[in-house]
């Protein structure tokens, strides 16, 4: 089982950029796929990208094109990297981790993290 801890999130401007962080504690992290999700208010938690444990990524139609997911297996992290970002990315982001695939694109996990805060705004 892993643990993780979501950081980097903060206040952007419309078109501008955001890296925020996972960091998982754990045994075997390089087995794990590990998906990105973000929750805005009113809203259900949606699934924003996800990696696999060999590294294959894999983005919703709303950010693919402006955002990159990554791992760095020898620091036990996953990045999301936000580019061109709009008002609507406004969210907090959460991110979890499974070795089913199938769990991660589901997001049917029954503990979260805390998330970090992302907020676009002029």
């Known amino acids: 089982q892993v643990k993780l801890v979501e950081s980097g999130g903060g206040l952007v401007q419309p078109g501008g950029s955001q890296r925020i962080s996972c960091a998982v504690s754990g045994s075997a992290f390089s087995t794990y796929a590990v998906g990105w999700y973000r929750q805005a208010p009113g809203k259900q938690r949606e699934l924003v990208a996800a990696?696999?444990?060999?590294?294959?990524?894999n983005y919703a139609d709303s950010v693919r094109g402006r955002f990159t997911i990554s791992r760095d297996n020898a620091k036990n992290t996953v990045y999301l990297q936000m580019d061109s970002l709009k008002p609507e990315d406004t969210a907090v982001y959460y991110c979890n981790a499974d070795r089913a695939l199938v769990k991660v694109v589901t997001g049917a996990f029954e503990a979260w993290g805390r998330g970090t805060q992302v907020t676009v705004s002029s």
């Open positions: 990696i696999t444990s060999i590294g294959s990524p």
